[in-house]
């Protein structure tokens, strides 16, 4: 699925422009679900719920269907938020594989497709 989550990333940032953030992590009770999240500059509160369905759709568009039963939320976040700030301490590429709390949240298990915190 990562691979995918490369893809999807590389059809954001050629449509839309530079993304902050983009990973996916198991976390908390979700043990066996994915929460997907970005952040990008170009996603205000004006056009979150625009970015949302975009993302959605090519989440849709390039997973199957059992990988997208597998993706329980779909975050879009400001660079401000905590955890976000904590993400982007990890490099792109990163795999995380052991239970790593951040900011009250248990991430079982993640991987940090990019991470551009000068954005």
Do not use: C
Request: proline share 2%; charged share 25%; hydrophobic share 40%.
């Amino acid at each position: 699925m990562v691979e995918k989550l490369q893809t999807i990333l590389s059809k954001i940032q050629e449509e839309k422009g530079q993304v902050t953030f983009f990973g996916a992590l198991k976390m908390d009770e979700l043990l066996d679900k994915w929460t997907i999240l970005l952040s990008a500059p170009w996603s205000t509160e004006a056009t979150k719920k625009d970015d949302f369905e975009y993302i959605r759709n090519l989440l849709r568009s390039t997973l199957n269907s059992e990988e997208i039963s597998n993706v329980a939320r779909l975050g879009i976040l400001s660079k401000e938020i905590n955890l976000i700030q904590l993400l982007l301490k990890y490099q792109s590429g990163t795999e995380i594989t052991s239970d790593t709390k951040l900011n009250g949240n248990t991430i079982h298990q993640g991987y940090i497709i990019v991470s551009n915190p000068s954005l």
